[in-house]
């Protein structure tokens, strides 16, 4: 059973903290389900059964419009918008420390592609600038806020008196009651086999993307109708943190006999989640669920409530958002 909360607006600088009812959450009662899968990425295995309790969930990914408030409240600067501590890397040019995130920019056709190279470090890309100097957010307001590092979005939750999700819990929520099915809505990328039900990749990506939905990059929040606990955009648009610390296996540990379930996991440990061969950096990389928009059939698959990726607590990019949970 879900509690639709009314969708008032957002709270002005002087209003209180937001709390469920104000801000559109969704009652999400606890339950069992598959957290995982055993027929995709490795990272995805083993499967298991996992029991959360219940929470309240955006209905949405936060917004410009609402990460426009939180700042006007706080006047909180996001990690892009800050240089880089040189203390943290000593040996690097200084020109990189400048204030900058990382932007998707299609690469050029007429040269064989390298892995990576349609991701760029743009100087001046930030929440409000999602594609570097001189772009704006301007008819963005209702886009999913991208740009966002870990420490911007905890301190986006402390302000409105709620959490990041869980690994399973996010998972369970994007589900929407359908246990084991490979997508928020069923079993078919596409439903019917026409239907768009998520603002992903069409075409060849990195080169070619036919727009079959209408969007080159992020979508208006909402635009895609929502999964069966009434939450939107739990898959494609952005990529979406949760507070998992990363580790290769999905979150908890195997039970020891396949009769027992595992309840509300918190997967892994800072220490296990530094990249192989940057520990000595000692940045932790937390889980991010649900895919984006340049997930594609031939690349990245991972517009599935399944799937998982790794990302560095520091780094920002211009296909990672959040939502919040308020656990009851």
Known sequence: MTTQAPD??????????????????????GGTFRMGSD????????????????????????????????????????????????ALYPDADPALLQPASIVFMPPERDHPLREGEWWQ????????????????IDGLE??????????????YAVWAGADLPTEAEWEFASRGGLDGAAFAWGDELLL??????????????????????????????GSYPPNGYGLYDMIGNTWEWTKDWWSLAAPGAVP????????NPHGGSSEQSYEPGMEHLKIARRVL???SHLCAPNYCRRYRPAARHAQAEDSSASHIGFRVVVRG
């Open 39 to 86: 027929e995709h990425y490795a990272e995805e295995a083993p499967s298991k059964r996992v029991t959360v309790d219940g929470f309240w969930i955006d209905s949405r990914p936060v917004t410009n419009a609402q990460f426009a408030s939180f700042v006007r409240a706080t006047g909180w600067k996001t990690v892009a918008e800050r240089p880089v501590d040189p």
């Open 192 to 221: 019917e086999g026409w239907q768009h039900m998520a603002n992903v990749w069409q075409g060849m990506f990195p080169i070619e993307n036919r727009r079959e939905d209408g969007w080159l990059r992020t979508s208006p929040v």
């Open 142 to 155: 209702t886009h999913p806020v991208v740009h966002v590092a870990w420490e911007d979005v905890t301190a």
């Open 256 to 263: 020891a006999s396949p009769c027992c379930t595992i309840k």
């Open 8 to 29: 008032l607006q957002d709270p002005q600088p002087a209003s209180p903290r937001p709390t469920p009812t104000r801000r559109g959450m969704v009652w999400i009662d």
């Open 121 to 136: 470090y743009i100087h001046g890309a930030d929440w409000r600038h999602p594609t570097g100097p001189g772009s704006s």
């Open 289 to 291: 669920k649900g895919g």
